[in-house]
């Protein structure tokens, strides 16, 4: 039972263009959701997350949509750079306010090409 | 900087051979959590400790999986009688706690059982 779904296993973008990486879920207990990024031989690291209460966060090139009625989100990322071609996860906690074990999707590989 | 460190780096055992892994999280960060990533697949959740309170063990594939913390401190992951089908990459993560989502990764083990 996948509870959060990154339906792309890939995606290449041009460098200086958009990139949005999509993810579902189906757990409507979710209440907050964090995308994490991922280099080859190393854990993931944490890039940016999103209360339920919001629709949007922005942090620099990197802006997380949050649609919950549609309960889907959306990473952007813009201008895509070259250093940006990891693989994404993005992440949901039904937590009460607490830190809570994270359900993960299964990953984005964007390539981010010259 | 001081950021989760987790031992070996890389594990090959022989099938049906006990393993014991090693996730030493950051200091002060009373959340510790352990995940596997097998081949093509995302990270799957598998224990969480928050401190003194009974450890959530609902990821747990099998009863040949057990990990210890003690304290807030070092916490090993204990894999016995290896299958072919535990080969993965082993993470840890570590976070404050309370209200903090932010989970700060290790680089992970990577196990292989032949």
């Known amino acids: 039972d996948q509870q959060v779904k990154q339906n792309s296993p890939s995606l290449s973008v041009q460098e200086g263009r958009i990139s949005i990486l999509n993810c579902d879920y189906t757990?409507?207990?979710?209440?907050?959701f964090l995308w994490y990024k991922k280099y080859p031989a190393e854990g993931p690291t944490f890039l940016i997350s999103i209360s339920s209460i919001k629709d949007k966060n922005e942090d620099g090139r990197f802006t997380v949509f949050l649609n919950k009625s549609a309960k889907h989100l959306s990473l952007h990322i813009v201008p895509s750079q070259p250093g940006d071609s990891a693989v994404y996860f993005c992440a949901a906690s039904a937590g009460p306010g607490t830190a809570s074990k994270l359900t993960f999707g299964t990953g984005t590989r964007l390539q981010v090409t010259l | 900087g001081a950021g989760v460190s987790q031992s070996p780096s890389n594990k090959v055992t022989e099938k049906g051979k006990d393993v014991e892994l090693r996730c030493d999280p950051i200091?002060?960060?009373?959340?510790l959590y352990w995940y596997r990533q097998r081949l093509g697949q995302g990270l799957e959740f598998l224990i969480y400790?928050?401190?003194?309170?009974?450890?959530?063990k609902s990821g747990l594939p099998s009863d040949r999986f057990s990990a210890e913390r003690t304290g807030e401190s070092v916490s090993t992951l204990t894999i016995q009688r290896t299958q072919q089908e535990d080969s993965a990459v082993y993470l840890c993560?570590?976070?404050?706690?309370?209200?903090?989502?932010?989970?700060?990764f290790g680089p992970g083990t990577r196990l292989t059982v032949t």
């Open positions: 200091s002060g960060h009373t959340a």
């Open positions: 757990n409507s207990m979710f209440d907050y």
């Open positions: 400790f928050q401190g003194n309170s009974a450890p959530d």
């Open positions: 993560a570590s976070s404050l706690g309370g209200v903090s989502y932010e989970q700060y």
